[in-house]
C-alpha cells in the first residue's frame, strides 16, 4: 500500500468559502500531482511540482492553487469554493525526477468536495 | 497538446466473457502505463510496457505494446465480479507528467 495520505477524505461547505485540501507522502518522491475527477470520468492534471519550491499549472484550468514548501507536502487551497468545485480531488506521486521518464504514479484516497 | 485516446469508453460485459480496451496515440510513446480505478476507488498502477511489442502477462490480464510503440491494448480473459472498475492508459508528456487516457468503464453483470 502507497504511503500517500490525503486529508479530509470528504468535505461540505458552503460557497465562498477558503478551503485547503491536504496531501502527504512519505516516500521521498520529488514529483507531485493534484488532479480532479468526476466519479469514474477522466483524470483533470490541474497542478503538478517537481519539487520544493516549484509548482506548475496543468492541463485543466483551475481556480485553485499550491504550495510546495517541504518535500512531502503539496497541499491544495480554493480561496472561495464554488458549486462548480464540487469533485474528486487526487493527489498523487513518483519517483521521476524533472521532465526525465515518468514511474508509476502512487496515487492517494481522494478528498471528495460538495460546495453547496 | 499530446494526447492519448482510449476506446471503448463504456463495456458492458456478461461475467465470463472478454474484454479488452485499446489506447492510441499519434506519437511515438517511451513507454505506456496501466491503471485500474474500482468504484469510489483511486488509480492504482497495475503494469509499465516499455519495449516494441512487448506482451505482458497478469493472470487473465493481457497487456501489449504494439511494435510502433503507439498503442496498446489491455485485454481481460473470462470477466469476474471483481474486474469492474475503470481502467485508464497513460504516457510519458512533455513535461515529465503523465497523460491519462480518458477511461474505460467496465461492467459485468453476473
Known amino acids: 500500500e502507497a504511503d500517500i495520505y490525503q486529508t479530509p477524505r470528504y468535505l461540505v461547505i458552503g460557497t465562498g468559502k477558503k478551503i485547503t485540501l491536504e496531501c502527504s507522502q512519505t516516500m521521498g518522491h520529488d514529483k507531485m500531482y493534484w488532479y480532479q475527477q468526476d466519479p469514474g470520468m477522466e483524470l483533470h492534471l490541474i497542478h503538478y511540482?517537481?519539487?520544493?519550491?516549484?509548482?506548475e499549472k496543468g492541463d485543466l484550468s483551475s481556480e485553485s492553487t499550491v504550495s510546495r514548501i517541504r518535500t512531502e507536502h503539496f497541499p491544495l487551497t480554493l480561496e472561495s469554493a464554488r458549486p462548480s468545485h464540487t469533485s474528486q480531488y487526487l493527489c498523487a506521486s513518483d519517483f521521476s525526477a524533472g521532465t526525465s521518464p515518468i514511474n508509476e504514479q502512487f496515487f492517494g484516497p481522494g478528498t471528495r468536495l460538495t460546495v453547496l | 497538446g499530446q494526447q492519448v485516446m482510449q476506446i471503448p469508453q463504456y463495456q458492458h460485459v456478461q461475467e465470463g466473457e472478454d474484454f479488452t480496451t485499446y489506447c492510441n496515440s499519434s506519437t511515438t510513446l517511451s513507454n505506456i502505463q496501466w491503471y485500474k480505478q474500482r468504484p469510489g476507488g483511486h488509480p492504482v498502477f497495475l503494469i509499465q510496457?516499455?519495449?516494441?511489442?512487448e506482451v505482458k502477462k497478469q493472470k487473465r490480464l493481457t497487456f501489449q505494446f504494439g511494435e510502433a510503440k503507439k498503442n496498446s491494448s489491455l485485454h481481460i480473459t473470462a470477466t469476474q465480479t471483481t474486474d469492474v472498475g475503470t481502467y485508464f492508459c497513460a504516457a510519458p508528456g512533455s513535461q515529465g507528467n503523465l497523460i491519462f487516457g480518458k477511461g474505460t468503464k467496465l461492467s459485468v453483470k453476473p
Open positions: 510496457l516499455v519495449k516494441s511489442g
Open positions: 511540482s517537481y519539487g520544493v519550491n516549484s509548482t
